[in-house]
Nanobody, 124 residues
Framework: QVQLVESGGGLVQAGGSLRLSCVGS????????MGWFRQAPGKEREFVAA????????YYESSVKGRFTVSRDSAKNTLYLQMNSLKLEDTAVYYC?????????????????WGQGTQVTVSS
């Protein structure tokens, strides 16, 4: 069982930046592929970014590519999402997720463990 705890969300003006963190509880955290997803009010959950177990491979949803950067620090069991040039449409609850087989994947159904989410609100 892996417990994931996100932090770093908040209120930011459009064009601003935030960095989300996700701390995992398990010693073998580094072996898990990790992803970020988000869900806006009234919308389905959508994929944002993913990173492979070793951090060598990343994958982004097209609307965030070039603005968001996913990274991980396995020594700290921590996943990050650096979000720059934030837009109103980035407002959502952001979730981190872990998958047992460590590649990148945009399908939420492939992830085994989920955090509780952190709210990101972008204002005009």
């Amino acid at each position: 069982q892996v417990q994931l705890v996100e932090s770093g969300g908040g209120l930011v003006q459009a064009g601003g930046s935030l960095r989300l963190s996700c701390v995992g509880s398990r010693d073998r955290f580094s072996l898990y592929g990790m992803g970020w997803f988000r869900q806006a009010p009234g919308k389905e959950r959508e994929f944002v970014a993913a990173i492979s177990w070793g951090g060598s491979s990343t994958y982004y949803e097209s609307s965030v590519k070039g603005r968001f950067t996913v990274s991980r620090d396995s020594a700290k069991n921590t996943l990050y999402l650096q979000m720059n040039s934030l837009k109103l449409e980035d407002t959502a609850v952001y979730y981190c997720a872990a998958k047992k087989f460590g590649g990148t994947d945009s399908r939420g159904t492939e992830y085994n463990y989920w955090g509780q989410g952190t709210q990101v609100t972008v204002s005009s």
